[in-house]
């Protein structure tokens, strides 16, 4: 019990080693309103809801609090952790951004460059409208594929023959990213390139094969060498090491029943295992709260921790204006009052959007229930880690909890 308990101290150490500053050096916070956060994230992983979660708030470079709710397995054993290991999905698209802007920075890529400039058979792209086939406008650039504006079958109205087309094709059963892009150079696009916002994992993914033709590495090998081992991310990779896997939280769905259950693929029944067969840009990665934190604290401070330099300060900045004004509307599918930059959405209307919060609010989420917002303007940093697939078929589950979540933040704010 005592060499238990050693253990969990060391790891609790390195745990906080890694954070960007120390929660003693963070502002001072009321605590009766952060009590408030604290006692919704107790209700929401209570016997009836989440298995369990954790949240991270940080303001002006320090840690106002990390704090673990609940448990992470299905059971409810297994206390949830601070430095357990979740799996990001999408948030993963807002590091495979960063490595892209690295090598702009380095002038090897530049944002209007066609695809078909790094990889093979994307100089004449085909538009699949209303059933018939012809050339699109133009060449899709990596701009369009970074803002999610190529045209790809992104299941939006009017796509059903597009999408229909590229299942059949199959890119996502490629064994590697070469083989993913050969694959999407066969794949006909659902508008002309710039036309619309149609958010796509597919874009991210070539992203991902650019990298690596670009920089002459392995996407895996690009982004631990270039981030995760500048910003001391211990945590995050595409697989889990087996000394680690007792960290990976179970991830649920919400069964037919109306009962949690382990949510089907083989990183729900092997906790640690690749997300897919090949290095995933678009949604592949692991990580802790703690990692994604260093991560998220580097683009607010403009591209930088620790003494490390990753990107420039007017790189960042770019990336997180609104990429959309060609759009009218400017905005995602998803919010009349957010637009789209580099890696992440853009607020625009803070006030429109109905949520406590900033115009120029930056970040994403991922499928499985994580969520990370950066805000420039109050200099903020706020996630919250789950660990669970919602259902899109109307049924019954869990409440989706991200706005109250991110509305406790802000009310608490000092």
């Known amino acids: 019990m005592k060499r238990a308990r050693t253990a969990w101290l060391c790891a609790w150490m390195l745990f906080l080693a890694a954070l960007p500053l120390r929660a003693a050096d963070a502002p001072r916070w009321a605590p009766d309103r952060l009590a408030r956060l604290h006692a919704f994230m107790d209700r929401a992983t209570d016997g009836d809801g989440y298995l369990g979660g954790v949240t991270l708030v940080m303001q002006h470079g ?185 960290r990976v939280v179970d991830i649920t769905t919400m069964g037919d029943d109306g009962h949690l259950r382990i949510a089907d693929g083989p990183s729900a029944r092997h906790p640690g295992d690749a997300l897919n067969r090949y290095d995933s840009g678009a949604g592949g990665l692991y990580s802790t709260i703690g990692d994604y934190a260093r991560f998220a604290r580097m683009l607010l401070d403009g591209g930088h921790l620790d003494g490390k330099v990753l990107l420039g300060r007017k790189t960042v900045e770019m990336m997180m204006r609104n990429h959309l004004g060609m759009l009218d509307p400017p905005v995602t599918q998803f919010s009349p009052a957010e637009g789209f930059g580099i890696g992440g959405s853009v607020v625009i209307d803070a006030a429109r959007r109905g949520q406590l919060g900033s115009d120029g609010q930056y970040g994403w989420s991922g499928a499985a229930s994580t969520y990370y917002t950066i805000d420039p303007k109050e200099h903020l940093v706020a996630m919250l880690f789950l660990q669970h697939i919602p259902r899109d078929d109307g049924r019954r589950d869990l409440p989706h909890v991200s706005r109250t979540f991110y509305n406790l933040v802000y009310q608490a704010m000092p």
Do not use: C, W
Not at 225 to 240: C, Y
């Open 62 to 246: 320090a840690i106002v609090e990390v704090k673990a709710y609940g448990h992470r397995d299905l059971g409810r054993h297994v206390p949830m952790t601070t430095d357990s290991i979740f799996r990001i999905y999408s948030m993963t698209k807002t590091v495979t951004s960063v490595a892209l802007m690295m090598l702009v920075e380095e002038g090897k890529v530049g944002l209007d460059d066609p695809v078909s400039r790094y990889l093979p058979g994307f100089d004449h792209p085909q538009v699949l409208d209303r059933g018939a086939r012809r050339p699109a406008s133009r060449e899709v650039t990596l701009h369009d594929l970074l803002t999610h504006t190529a045209g790809y079958p992104a299941g939006v109205k009017g796509d059903e023959d597009a999408v229909k087309a590229m299942e059949r094709i199959d890119p996502h059963g490629a064994s590697d990213l070469r083989d993913f892009a050969e694959r999407m150079s066969r794949v006909d696009l659902a508008a002309d390139p710039g036309t619309r916002f149609g958010y796509d994992g597919a874009s991210l993914e070539l992203i991902a094969r650019v990298v690596e033709v670009a920089s002459g590495q392995s996407f895996a090998s690009f982004l631990d060498k270039r981030i995760f081992t500048p910003l001391g991310m211990a945590d995050t990779s595409f697989s889990v090491p087996a000394n680690k896997r007792n």
